[in-house]
């Protein structure tokens, strides 16, 4: 299916590329325009659920089924979005499928280059603020949403660590969608852009300290005292 990014779809799957479409231009738009960029050269697979174990991916083993991934195994590189999202996916409001497209597309905005290895935590959090400052500028509602995730589910965005469960995943993407939606309103969204450069500028890992130290800056003025304030953090 054509399209600013170009689709690729099972043929039964045509409705719901069209709706994927829709939030991958939104949200391909928003991002040049956030990053003060232009968009990367990507496509975008819209997996049907038997094909699963078929689709592009950077190991010999098929990720786990319903969760969406960015890839650089094919060129040009791609985002793997499957028929069904996976049940791990909470909460589910209007807002669920767009923001999970606008994650992935943060990620292939990010990678569009080598990027140094970094805590989880703040590779995710660029994602998920960048997928509430899409949802800003597209005029999509996060308050539905925001207001049914669990605001404590026992540990912080720092403290996540080690292999956990789909449902800790969730719980600690859910935590960095909370804190990316207070940053924007507590300082706009020109972090965004300033984060992702900063990273960009790394040459070599970025340890924890150095890690909160970057994403301090970025947020300006304030940001250290304001995010040592933050429960999620
Ligand atoms: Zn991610």
Do not use: C
Request: a negative charge.
């Amino acid at each position: 299916m054509d399209g600013e990014v170009p689709m690729l779809h099972a043929p039964q799957l045509a409705g719901l590329t069209r709706e994927i479409r829709n939030y991958v231009t939104q949200g391909s738009g928003a991002l040049a325009k956030i990053l003060d960029e232009e968009p990367p050269d990507l496509a975008a697979l819209v997996v049907a659920d038997e094909d699963w174990r078929e689709a592009p991916r950077e190991t010999a083993r098929p990720y786990p089924p319903g969760l969406p991934y960015f890839t650089r195994s094919v060129e040009p590189p791609a985002l793997v979005l499957p028929e069904t999202l996976s049940a791990a996916f909470r909460p589910r409001t209007e807002a669920t499928l767009p923001l999970t497209v606008w994650h992935e597309l943060a990620h292939a905005f990010l990678l569009r280059s080598e990027v140094v290895r970094t805590p989880a935590w703040l590779g995710e959090f660029v994602s998920q603020a960048t997928a509430a400052a899409v949802a800003r500028r597209v005029g999509l509602p996060l308050e539905g949403y925001l207001s049914e995730i669990d605001r404590k589910p026992g540990f912080t965005v720092r403290g996540f660590g080690g292999p956990a469960g789909a449902s800790e995943q969730m719980s600690f993407q859910n935590l960095l969608l909370l804190l990316g939606a207070a940053a924007l309103e507590e300082f706009g969204e020109g972090f965004v852009g300033r984060v992702v450069r900063a990273l960009r500028e790394e040459t070599e890992v970025v340890g924890e300290g150095r890690a909160e130290e970057l994403l301090a800056g970025a947020l300006g003025p304030g940001g250290r005292a304001w995010l040592a304030s933050r429960p999620e953090f």
